[in-house]
């Protein structure tokens, strides 16, 4: 790497660590969840019928199945998600968003949107927040090629 490749990488690297530690910390101090089954949680909120496939669902989350299949047990034993059959072949899992998994996102969510415009949007000019989200879904797209 170059000197300025370098450099960029360190302060894109503090930046993958201190956010999501941070977003973890105020959503486990304030709704006893982690940062990645709100996550979760949250995309299962905004799918038809609060369903969607775990392979898929793994895939969104940008989690192993291993992981999310792990978090998802977690989730049931509290009642916020449980799973069952696809319908379409049987041959796979839903995971299903309950009402009391609803309702825990629905609570978490202003403090999490909170802290994210705190760590990240308060820092940014309006033309950085899109300069930044032109660079993230360039890094996706060529990560997601790379895959």
Request: proline share 3%; charged share 25%; hydrophobic share 45%.
């Amino acid at each position: 790497m170059t000197d300025e490749e370098q450099a960029a990488w360190r302060t894109f690297a503090a930046v993958l660590t201190l956010v999501p530690a941070a977003l973890d910390g105020q959503l486990q101090r304030d709704s006893d969840i982690t940062h990645f089954g709100y996550w979760v949680m949250a995309m299962l909120s905004e799918a038809p019928e609060r369903a969607m496939r775990m392979s898929e669902l793994a895939a969104r989350a940008n989690g192993s199945q291993s992981r999310l299949s792990h978090l998802v047990a977690k989730l049931e034993r509290a009642g916020y998600v449980r799973r069952e059959r696809a319908g379409d072949d049987g041959r796979g899992f839903m995971a299903v968003l309950t009402d009391a998994g609803y309702a825990k996102v629905v609570e978490a969510a202003p403090g999490h949107v909170e802290k994210v415009r705190e760590l990240v949007f308060d820092a940014l000019e309006p033309r950085q927040v899109a300069q930044m989200a032109e660079i993230c879904r360039a890094i996706i797209t060529h990560a997601e090629r790379c895959a």
